[in-house]
């Protein structure tokens, strides 16, 4: 469904809640078929996301640690490893 969304699992430093909420404004503009939030869909697009994001966040902390680190970095690593 949503391949852009990479693997934040196991990620060494953990994931960041930018990072997190990354994935989750990712996953609820695929969903949703939302690209830009408009006046009308803004407050139930962020509340999406935060919930989305919120259940990310538990998730990640609930897993055992992964053997191997996640084949791909996410975007905003992606970002910072070219400066």
């Known amino acids: 469904m949503c391949r ?6 196991g990620l060494d430093p ?7 909420e990354a994935a989750a404004r990712q996953y609820v ?7 830009g939030p408009s006046p009308r869909t803004d ?3 962020e509340r999406a996301v935060q919930q989305v994001a919120s259940a990310t966040t538990e998730l ?3 897993l055992p640690a992964r ?6 970095l996410p ?4 970002i910072a490893s070219r400066r």
Do not use: D, H, M, Y
């Not at 852009?4 to 699992?9: E, F, G, S, V, Y």
């Not at 053997?67 to 791909?72: A, F």
């Open 4 to 9: 852009n969304i990479t693997t934040l699992r």
């Open 14 to 20: 953990a994931a960041t809640a930018e990072e997190i």
């Open 29 to 35: 503009r695929k969903v949703s078929g939302v690209q």
């Open 43 to 45: 407050a139930a697009f």
């Open 60 to 62: 990640l902390a609930e």
């Open 67 to 72: 053997r191997q680190p996640p084949p791909t």
């Open 75 to 78: 975007p905003l690593r992606r």
